[in-house]
C-alpha cells in the first residue's frame, strides 16, 4: 500500500507531493485500503463487497492522469489493476486486440514489433490502455489516428454492483456497428465514475513503411500555427504536429542536450510509403517557408526520431528542470483550428502578466495545447496565481467554442468548468446517466460531476 | 398527412407497401398526427404538449431508414423536420459545419461545391443528415472517412419533456474533446429513442485534388474479399471498396446498361494526389492480379465515375428490376474482415438452399455486407423464408464475433437480436439509460429495446 499512501493518486511521480487549496492543482487524497485483484472474477467479488458496505471504489491503472483523477476524495477502495497484465486475443488480420488494465502501450507496442502492427494513441506517459480509455486519452498522434474514442472496440466493465458487462456484447469486435446504444463510449471518458474497465478491445494499424521526423522553427507563433492550419488544409496525412513555444524549447534543448533555436518550433513526423513521404514532406516544406519557416532539421533515423520525440515526451521533466525545487502543473484546451494563434499570443501575454513560469506545447492539429507551469509549492501567492490563469484559459477557450480540456478530463479540477461548457441541462443528462448506472455513487465519487 | 399514411414511415419508396407477419419485413404504421415544425423553438413546444398529454413522439427526416425506425407502433405524432433545412455556421477554415435536420448529404455537398470541402459519410440515400446521426449512418465511404459516430462533433437535441441541451455543449466544435460522458455519441445512433435531433456539426474534409474509380472481377467470391483484407493490410488509404457478387452485378449490369463480367467483383475509388494515387493504385492491381483478378476498368472522369457509383447505389433498383411486381428487403451485418469471406460463402450457399434471390453487396473494407432480397410480398411461405434467412445471417455474423448490423440499425426488425448479440446485463444497463432520459418511454417507443 506504501506507494499509494505515498501520494500515486496525484498522478506522475513528480506531482506526487503536490499541495495546494486550490481545486486545479491537486494534494494527494489516498484510500483507505488498495486491493490488487488478479483478475475479473476477483475485481467483481471485490466490488460486491464494496457495493454491499457502500465503500467507494477508485480504479487505478498507472495513475499518469493530470486532474486528479484516482484521488479518493471519499476515501474507500482503490482498486489498483496491475496485477492483472495479459495481452489477450491478437488477431492480427483483423487488426485487433485484447488487453487487460496492466497493460500499458509501451508494453503492447513492444509485444506487437514482430507482427508489423502498432497501436498509435500515445499520450506521452506510459499509460495503462484500459485507464487510456478511461480518460479517453489522445497525444501526438491523434492528428492522424484519431483518440480513444475512435480506437476501443468493446470493454469489459465490472459495474459498481459487481455485475460484469462488455459494452458491445461478449467477444465482439466489427470495425463499425449500428447495433444499439453506443456504450462503448459512454464508458471511454467516463473517467471511473460509470465502472471498472477490465479489458479493453483496440483497433490496430500497420507499422508505416517509412517514417521521418522534422524540426522546424519559426519568427513568431502566427506562423507557427498558420503553419499547421494550411499543413491540414492541404489535405496533408501528417501524423504529428507538435508545436513548442521559444520557453518549452529552451528547457528541452537544455535537458536533452539538444540545440533548437530558441524561438516557437514545430516538430513533426509523417508516415507512409516512400514516395508518399516525399509529396507529403515537399508539400508541408512548400507551406512552411512561405511562412518564413527555417530549413527542416531532419531526424530520419530511428535513433534520432526516437531522440526528438523523447525530448518532446520529457517536456514535463524539461519543465521542471528549470526551476530545481519547483512542482510542475498541466493543464490543456482545444479549440477550432482557425482559433489557435489567438488563443496562444494571448495565453502568452496572460503568463507574463501573471508572473508565472508557463510552457506551451501542444498537439495543435487538433487545435489542443497544454500550458505546463512550474511553481514553488511554498509559496501560496503563486500557486493561486496558477490557479487564475488556468480558469482564464479554460474561459478563453470556451468563448472561442473549444473545451476546457481537449485530453486531461475533467478530474476534480475541471467540474465546475465542464458546467459552464456545457450548461446546467447537459449537467443534468450527465447526472442522471450516472444515477442510472451507478445509483450509489460508489463509482470514483466527486469526478466530472459536481 | 398523406404522404405518411401513404406508407412514409416504411422508409423507402419502394417498400412503402411492404406487408408481412415478420418483424423483419416491416408493415406500415402510420402515426396519428403529423407535424411539420419550422424551429426548434416549435419541435420544444411540441414537445412539451405531447409530454403533458403522454403521446409517443416520432421524429422523421426522409424514412429512407431500412428497419422500420420511424413506424409509429403506439400511434403518436410524427415530427417531420422536413421544413428545418438551413445550413448554418459554415466555418470552412475549421472543417466544420452545422445543419439542420431538412438538410439532407447532397443539399449539403451542392452547397459546399464552391469551398473545397465536403461530407464524405454516404450510406446510398440522399437522406437527412440528422437522421444519418440518429440512425449511426455509414456507407461507401467509412473505410476512409469513418461513420457518423466520427463525425459528428455536436448535436442539438430536444428531449421528451421540451427541454434543449447541446450534447457538447451550445456552439462546442473542438475536434477532440475529454470533457464528461459523451452524450453526442450517445445520441448517434439511438433511432430517435431519446430526443429529436434538431441540428448537427459535421466534420468536413477537403475534397480529394483527385479521384479515380476501377472495378475489377475475379473467379470467386474468396478471391474478391481476400483482395480487398489485403490491401487493407497493405496500408492503402482506398477511398471505397464495394463487393458485389455476381448476382447483384449482373442486376447492376441489366438495370444501368453496363456490361461487366457477370462475377464477383471489386468497384473500388481511390482519392488522393496525382502521385499518391499512383502509389495507391499501383499496390492494389499488384494485389488483386495476385489474386487472379482481372485487369482495371477505369472511371477516371467525373462522369464515369458517377456514373459507376449510381449503379452501386441504384443497386436496390436493379434487384427488384430482375423481379417485376416484387418488393425489396435489405437486411446487414458486419465481422472481422479474417472472417468475411467465409460469411459470404456460406450466406450464399444459404440463399440458393432457402430458394430466395439474394444480391449481395457491401462496404467490405469494414467487414459490412448487405444481402438484398428480392420478394414476391403475396406470397407468405416466401416472407417467411426470408425472416428465417435474414435470422440465420445475424446469427452466422454473431458466431463469428460480428454484429447483426453495421449500419442499418436496430429499429423494429432486430431487437431480438440485439439482445443475443450483447447480452441481458447490457440490454438492462441500455434500458435504465432510456429510463434516465426518457422517463415515460415516449419518444420512438418500441424501437431499439423491446
Redesign the interface.
Known sequence: ITDFCAGGCCGRQTVREQHGKDESVHRCRPPDVVVFPRCVEEVSALAKLCHRHQLPIIPFGTGTGLEGGVGAVKGGVCFSLRNMDQILDL?P????VTVEPGVTRKALNSYLRETGLWFPVDPGADASLCGMAA????GTN?VRY??M??NVMNLEVV?ADG?????????????????????T??F???EGTLGIITKTTLRLY?V??EMVSAVCSFSSVQAAVDST?QI????V?IARIEFLDEVMIDACNKFSSLSYPVSPTLFLEFHG?E??LE?QVNTTEDITQSNGGSDFQWARDAETRNRLWKARHDAWYAALAMRPGCKAYATDV?????RLPHIIVETKEDLIESRLTGHIVGHVG???FHCLMVMDPSDQDELHRVHLFSQRLARR?LAM??????????GLG?RSL?CE???P??IR??Q??????DPNNLMNPGK??L
Open positions: 488477431h488480420e483483423d487488426f485487433d480518460t479517453s486519452a489522445s491523434a484519431g483518440t474514442r475512435e459495474l455485475s460484469v458487462i462488455h459494452t458491445a456484447g461478449r467477444n465482439r469486435r466489427p470495425r463499425k456497428t449500428a447495433a444499439g446504444y453506443n456504450l463510449n459512454l471511454v471518458g467516463s500497420g508505416p513503411e492550419v491540414l488544409q492541404a489535405g496525412p510509403s514516395r508518399s509529396e482545444c479549440v477550432p483550428l482557425s487538433d487545435g489542443n477557450a467554442d473549444g473545451t476546457c480540456t481537449g485530453e486531461h478530463g475533467v475541471k465542464l461548457e456545457v450548461g441541462s447537459v443528462v450527465m442522471s446517466l450516472k444515477d442510472a448506472i466530472i460531476l
